[in-house]
């Protein structure tokens, strides 16, 4: 019994995983119906646009969502296995898309408000999180079993 509920958390960490992968992929579809014009690269732009600092502070603030996702993510995992509870496995998850997921917001808001045509590389971050956040069942193993 113990195993089942094991795979079936498993199972449903993916599916969450995937789920906003794949969402990821969608505003990236969003965006190019909704203003096509920032897909026309002109990369003799500079990188900074004509608002460096506030390209800047969004820089620093998708790199701090990155570094807090692992952060949150690896304390929930160890009161998982302290606690024996997989809910704070799929919590920790969790946690770590939505900064992701955050990451890629604000490339929204750059295309958007900005017409930042360099807007890919804050859905590149985000995604790159996604992929390494990807759910392992060592983790939900290590905090159904004690030790």
Request: glycine share 4%; proline share 3%; net charge positive.
């Amino acid at each position: 019994m113990q195993n089942s509920n094991v795979e079936r958390n498993y199972q449903t960490m993916l599916v969450i995983w995937a789920a906003l992968l794949l969402s990821q992929l969608i505003l990236l579809v969003v965006v190019y119906f909704a203003k096509p014009e920032v897909y026309k690269f002109d990369f003799t732009k500079p990188f900074l646009g004509e608002n460096p600092v506030l390209i800047i502070a969004f820089a620093v603030i998708a790199v701090t969502n990155l570094a807090f996702s692992f952060v949150m993510k690896k304390r929930s995992f160890v009161q998982a296995v302290e606690k024996q509870q997989i809910a704070l496995v799929q919590t920790g998850s969790i946690l770590a898309y939505a900064f992701c997921e955050a990451i890629s917001l604000l490339g929204i808001v750059l295309a958007f408000a900005f017409s930042y045509q360099y807007f890919f590389v804050w859905f590149a971050l985000g995604i790159l999180g996604f992929i390494l956040h990807f759910p392992r069942r060592d983790d939900v193993v290590s905090a159904s079993y004690k030790k």
